[in-house]
């Protein structure tokens, strides 16, 4: 259950979240239906079998939204159309104009989705009251998006902002593994994305190496600059935070898994429990980091 | 360019043409003029800006028509091309030269370092550039456009939470870049966009442009309802805009040469 990536948004602490759980009922998942295409909504944290559609320890909140899509593959809808335009072609000796075609694409569309797979996904979500953000677990920013849209239909409202650097995060991260110091707490991992400034320019991507060597310093001597940087975070969280501020490849330590260890839980609910806790106070801390060292703005 | 036979019998294409012609001025100059054969553009059209002289054809008309109208506006096409001469203040920015930066609509003191790694940072005393001996202008001007980047993004996160109030969705992304002629713009997707330029000008036409923008969350239009939403979060709109008539071409000229470095 810990998140793997995470796309932030922030929003107002003022935001009332106190009617959250009667809301969500609103704005269940509800299965695809036979002429869908896809559909959204909330889903238990705890799995779809679970009836609770939130789960909240202190002013952390974990939501999870799930989704249903037809599979039904351009290619298959071709090659099925295609058939059909020669069987028309053949007993009217004339081809199919526009109109037909599209029509005939309508109804295969028909007749093909009820019998289309449905691919579940879900993608969790924590809401920090404190300090107003919510972290997705995508590393693409659209399906952040797309969480947030959901927390804002539940709500009614919820003017999210997406992360706002008021400094340049590249020359930040560069600046960093050329030797300025890092923020507490915050050392270097052993992977690294370099770019060239020029349009189209080289890209030089470091894996498993030591990024304050001679090498990495040629590079930012000839001009690149960082874009993306692995970074561990008291020995209890590592990431790839790049420029888009999007943190990639999230990992939790020993440092931080060892206390789960420490505590014995009897059913599988208790467990999560726990993990979404120390999740929770590990992801405010390294937020509180990332705010303090980018200049994040706040949303009031 | 393609044939006349050609253009009349085959299908509008979607991607625009250029190239450019040599046109010969009435004291004897020598102007390059960009042709754009746009499959949009509806009449044929003479215009000027910072980067030089356009001529925009429709797709169907003839290039002959281009010239005769071209020959036609030669005296205008002068006159317009001295009132938008290069100001000799609007200069590129060069390593170790070149003394002030604009900022906020002021010229702040440039100090150049050599470093480590580009760097552009502000400090009390003015902006302070950090540039290795091998770094290449290009770097320098990309980070040049970070540096930018991050003090709008600094004024946007400064201003913007006071006029989220009242709206059911904030925008769903921010993004900065050098627009033409645009100052900002909001998508049908929320996507907020918002010129660069806009930070070398005085705080208080950004911030008009901000609410502006915003404002469309509400009117995607340019109503009197929308207007009206304007009105009632920058009373002083009028001014900001009358503020970008006067120095809105020299702020963009000034963007252009700092970022293309010609």
Redesign the interface.
């Known amino acids: 259950m810990f998140f793997r990536n995470l796309t932030l948004f922030r929003f107002?602490t003022a935001l009332d979240f106190s009617q959250l759980d009667d809301l969500l009922p609103e704005a269940a998942l509800k299965p695809v239906g036979p002429l869908e295409l896809s559909s959204r909504g909330f889903i238990s944290p705890f799995g779809r079998g679970e009836e609770a559609l939130s789960h909240r320890i202190n002013d952390a909140i974990w939501l999870s939204v799930g989704g249903e899509d037809k599979i039904l593959p351009g290619a298959v809808v071709n090659d099925l159309l295609q058939k059909k335009l020669l069987e028309i072609e053949e007993k009217e000796g004339r081809k199919p104009g526009g109109k037909t075609r599209k029509r005939l694409k309508d109804d295969l569309l028909h007749e093909l989705l009820p019998r289309a797979f449905v691919k579940p996904s879900r993608t969790d979500a924590l809401i920090d009251l404190e300090h107003g953000f919510i972290a997705v677990d995508a590393s693409s920013?659209k399906t952040g998006?797309n969480v947030v849209s959901e927390v804002?239909r539940a709500l009614?409202?919820?003017?999210?902002?997406?992360l706002?650097?008021?400094?340049?995060p590249?020359?930040v991260l560069?600046?960093w593994i050329?030797?300025e110091p890092l923020p507490e707490g915050l050392s270097l991992g052993e992977e690294c994305e370099l770019k060239?400034?020029?349009e189209g320019?080289a890209v030089v991507k470091c894996q498993n190496q030591e990024l304050q060597s001679d090498e990495i310093?040629k590079h930012?001597?000839?001009?690149?600059?960082v874009t993306k940087l692995a970074l561990v975070l008291d020995d209890h969280v590592s990431f790839v935070l790049g420029e888009d501020l999007i943190v990639r490849k999230l990992k939790f330590l020993d440092g931080a898994v060892d206390q789960l260890e420490n505590t014995e839980h009897d059913d599988l609910r208790a467990e999560l429990d726990a993990r979404f806790a120390l999740m929770a106070g590990e992801l405010k801390r390294l937020f509180l980091v990332l705010e303090h060292a980018l200049?994040?703005?706040?949303?009031? | 360019m393609p044939s006349v036979l050609h253009r009349l019998i085959a299908r509008t294409p979607r991607s625009v043409e250029r190239d450019t012609v040599v046109l010969e001025l009435e004291d004897g100059r020598s102007l390059d003029v960009q042709r754009v054969r746009d499959p949009r553009a509806k009449r044929l059209k003479l215009s000027v800006d910072e980067r030089g002289a356009r001529l925009t054809l429709p797709w169907r008309a003839s290039l002959v028509s281009g010239d005769r109208f071209l020959q036609q506006h030669r005296a205008w096409l002068a006159d317009q091309l001295a009132r938008h001469a290069p100001d000799d203040g609007i200069a590129a920015l060069v390593p170790g030269a070149t003394s002030q930066l604009p900022l906020r609509g002021e010229d702040l003191p440039l100090h150049w370092h050599e470093g480590?790694?580009?760097?552009?940072?502000r400090q009390e005393d003015g902006i302070h550039v950090d540039l290795?001996?091998?770094?290449?202008p290009?770097?320098l001007?990309?980070?040049l456009r970070?540096?930018y980047?991050?003090e709008a993004?600094?004024d946007?996160?400064?201003w913007?939470?006071g006029y989220?109030t009242g709206?059911?969705?904030?925008?769903?992304?921010?993004r900065l870049k050098v627009m033409s002629s645009q100052w900002g713009s909001l998508a049908p997707d929320g996507t907020l966009t918002l010129d660069l330029a806009l930070v070398l000008g005085r705080p208080s036409a950004f911030e008009y442009v901000l609410v502006h923008e915003v404002c469309h969350l509400l009117q995607a239009n340019h109503s009197p309802a929308f207007w009206r939403e304007v009105e009632a979060r920058f009373p002083t709109w009028r001014d900001e805009r009358a503020y970008f008539h006067a120095e809105g071409r020299r702020l963009k000229s000034r963007l252009h040469r700092l970022l293309s470095g010609d």
């Open positions: 107002p920013r998006e804002r009614g409202s919820f003017p999210a902002l997406p706002n650097a008021e400094v340049a590249r020359s560069t600046g050329a030797g060239d400034a020029m320019g310093a930012l001597e000839a001009g690149k600059q200049k994040l703005s706040k949303a009031e | 480590r790694f580009t760097r552009i940072t290795p001996t091998r770094a290449t290009a770097t001007r990309r980070t970070a540096f980047e991050a993004r600094a946007i996160g400064r913007l939470p989220l709206l059911s969705r904030a925008p769903r992304q921010i």
